[in-house]
Structures are given as C-alpha cells and as structure tokens.
C-alpha cells in the first residue's frame, strides 16, 4: 500500500517563529507533490505545489523536496495566529494497478501561539 | 460565481432514503473528483471523471452513484446508506488530472 506519512500533532509554535512540517512518502516514482491548508470546517485550499528537488518559496510559504530521501516539507516562516490550521501533504502516486492518482496523509495540526 | 459550489452544505438522511449531492465548477477545468473525509483519516479519493468520463472508481460501495453529465457538473447520488457513511463529502476540480486541486466548501452528511 503506497502511503503519505504526517506527524498528526498538534504542533505549537509560537508566533513570529517558523513552523516545520514534514511529509514522507513510499512511492520513489512520485514526480508531483502538493501542500494544502485546511481551517477548521472548512476545504482544503492550495498552499504549494513542488516538483522539483530543491527549495521552492511563495511569500512567507517555503516548500523541501528531497526525492532520494522521499521527504518533501513545508516552512512557515513569521508564523502568525491566521496559520492556524491542518496542513495536508499530497502526492501523486502511481498504484499497482490503475491510473496515478492523488494521495493525501492525515494532515498536521499547527497552532500559532499568540 | 466563482470556483467550485457545492449544495447542500449540511445533509441529514435516514438509512432508507435517497438523496444527491451537487457540485458545479465555474473554473473551466477538464477533471473532477468527489473525495470523502472522515475523522482523522486521510481524504479518501472516491470518484475521478475527465472529459465526463469516469476515470476511476475506487472502490465505492454501490449505494454511492456518481453522474457527470458535463464536464461543469457532478452529482453524487446516495442510497440506503449506513451510518458510517457521515462524513465531509468534497468536490474537487482541476484544469487536468494530476494538476492541483480546487475544493468545494463540501457537504457535511450525517446518517441517522
């Protein structure tokens, strides 16, 4: 079974600190990855998406992605009350069988501590 | 409108009855998907249809019907569904497969 793995949390940080999340997963052929961020009762939205080794940054957003390690991260940094939220990594994966296809982990609850 | 609307936003059925979920996308993307996301569990990928065809199916029990009648439209068809069937159901679109998602604000269903 090819998975995503995340350190569920919750993970406290305190404000204007950076905030690391981490994400590894078991397919070495995965060529996309994705970071979403979802409020509570709320839908997942697009942070980042990397494809590339190396780092990748958007703002305050920076995303990790080391496929010889099958590690892709994402940094916070000035991390503010708004961050707040469940983080979800995904990859795409290619099955045993069938079509690639998007897999999520199980997210990282982050909290910024005011 | 914009992005991607879900209705209803809250649904609650019996085991008995019959009831749909609808997704439209104003984003002019090509693939749509309908996931499924229950406590502390990763989203789980139900349904996948690219150009109105569906492209996978994984899995899904058949009291869960999925249509697209266009490539702007889903439905997501329930019936005689068991109570571990409550969870947040999403509708998502993308201009491709394998391309980033855009998410609905989701149907929260509950089955008493």
């Known amino acids: 079974q090819k998975e995503v793995e995340q350190n569920s949390g919750p993970l406290s940080v305190p404000e204007g600190a950076i905030a690391s999340l981490n994400c590894t997963y078991s397919?070495?052929?995965?060529?996309?990855f994705f970071w979403y961020r979802q409020y509570s009762g709320k839908s997942p939205e697009l942070i980042m998406f990397i494809y590339s080794n190396g780092d990748k940054e958007d703002g305050r957003f920076t995303a990790q992605l080391n496929k010889a390690s099958q590690y892709v991260s994402l940094l916070i940094r000035d991390s503010q009350p708004s961050d707040s939220a469940t983080y979800l990594c995904?990859?795409?994966?290619?099955?045993?069988?069938?079509?690639?296809?998007?897999?999520f982990g199980t997210g990282t609850r982050l909290t910024i501590i005011p | 409108e914009t992005g991607v609307t879900q209705t209803p936003r809250h649904l609650v059925m019996g085991m008995t009855n019959k009831k749909s979920l609808k997704c439209e996308q104003h984003l002019g993307h090509n693939a749509m998907y309908w996931y499924k996301q229950s406590a502390k569990k990763p989203l789980e990928l139900m349904f996948v249809y690219n150009f109105k065809e569906q492209t996978e199916n994984n899995s899904v029990p058949s009291r869960f019907s999925p249509e697209c009648p266009n490539s702007s439209h889903l439905f997501l068809h329930l019936h005689t569904l068991q109570p571990e069937d409550s969870a947040l159901y999403l509708c998502?679109?993308?201009?491709?497969?394998?391309?980033?998602?855009?998410f609905g604000n989701g149907t929260r269903l509950t089955v008493t």
């Open positions: 995904a990859v795409n994966m290619r099955p045993n069988f069938g079509n690639e296809k998007l897999t």
């Open positions: 998502a679109s993308s201009q491709d497969q394998l391309e980033p998602l855009h």
């Open positions: 397919d070495r052929g995965s060529q996309s």
